[in-house]
């Protein structure tokens, strides 16, 4: 069951949002929660055809949003992608730095080729979105306006699930940035932050590499009441919301009865 909207009018409005991995799952669903909470969304991913059906719901709804199709691992494509928002927006001052995927595998099967493609992501990607929207947030905080950098981790940063060293590794390299990141920026009024999920509804299942993996950890969604993609877009919100003074910077956020 998703959580009900706690959040209520327009406590974003003026908020200059950017999401990658916004064409499903978390990313898709901030985007249009933010945007209902009065934020201007950007939202980037590679299937431009989910991204413009976002912003067809978004300005239905009477807000503004673009779509930007990239792939975050190439790195001039995200700076041309930041350079689009200027122009069309203005500065950012909220990004959900979310693009990532899990592939499951033993380490001595050594399936290089997916321990790249996660590392290309979730390192690599999240480095390119920070490296082009870090300018954006601390002109934003040097402005007197609210600046977020909110990177999705997972629970995987610091717990020992089978089969997932890799994708582990790239969550606790996020988790670990986050809070250097926080040191750096904080001062400078940047807030910085890691939502740390644990099991969510959403695309990721259909990506881990093989579909009997697929159907596990389906099953596993499917056996409890897990998170919807609603509940992290409403924490998200949530922190962005709250005072500038407060920064909200790591949030572990379980389904209740999620075990491991
Ligand atoms: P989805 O698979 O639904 O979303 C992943 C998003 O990343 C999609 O929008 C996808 O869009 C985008 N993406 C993938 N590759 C690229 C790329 N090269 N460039 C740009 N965008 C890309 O899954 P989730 O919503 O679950 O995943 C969001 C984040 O949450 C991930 O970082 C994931 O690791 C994390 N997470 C998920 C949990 C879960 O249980 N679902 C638990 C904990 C963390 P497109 O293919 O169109 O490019």
């Known amino acids: ?29 901030a985007a249009e929660r933010l945007a209902e909470l009065g934020a201007t969304v950007a939202v980037l ?16 709804a009477g807000g503004s949003a673009m779509a930007i199709a ?38 001595e099967e050594l399936k290089v080729d997916d321990w790249q493609r996660q590392i290309d992501l979730n390192i690599s ?15 934003s905080a040097a402005q007197g306006r609210p600046a977020d950098l909110i990177n999705t981790s997972s629970i995987a940063a610091t717990r020992i699930l089978p089969r997932l060293s890799i994708y582990s590794g790239t969550k606790a390299y996020i988790s670990q940035l986050t809070r250097l990141l926080r040191v750096e920026l904080g001062p400078k009024m940047v807030r910085v932050a890691a939502i740390e999920p644990g099991m969510v509804d959403t695309e990721l299942p259909d990506h881990v590499g093989n579909t009997d993996t697929s159907q596990y950890i389906n099953d596993l ?30 949030i572990t956020v379980f389904p209740t009865a999620q075990a491991l």
């Open 45 to 60: 991913a590679r299937r431009k055809d989910r991204l413009d059906d976002i912003v067809e719901r978004v300005e239905a």
């Open 221 to 250: 969604i499917n056996g409890i009441d897990v998170l919807q993609s609603a509940d992290i877009a409403e924490t998200l919100a949530f922190m962005a919301a709250l005072p500038r003074h407060v920064n909200l910077s790591e």
């Open 125 to 139: 990607g999240l480095m390119n979105v920070i490296a082009a929207f870090l300018p954006h947030l601390t002109d």
């Open 70 to 107: 990239v792939d975050v691992t190439d790195r001039a494509a995200v700076q041309a992608a930041a350079d689009q928002v200027a122009e069309r927006f203005g500065t950012t001052d909220l990004v959900f730095n979310n693009a990532g995927v899990q592939i499951v595998s033993g380490i």
């Open 1 to 29: 069951m998703a959580m009900t909207a706690l959040l209520t009018g327009t406590p974003l409005s003026g908020r200059i949002a950017v999401m990658s991995g916004a064409s499903s799952g978390m990313g898709a669903a």
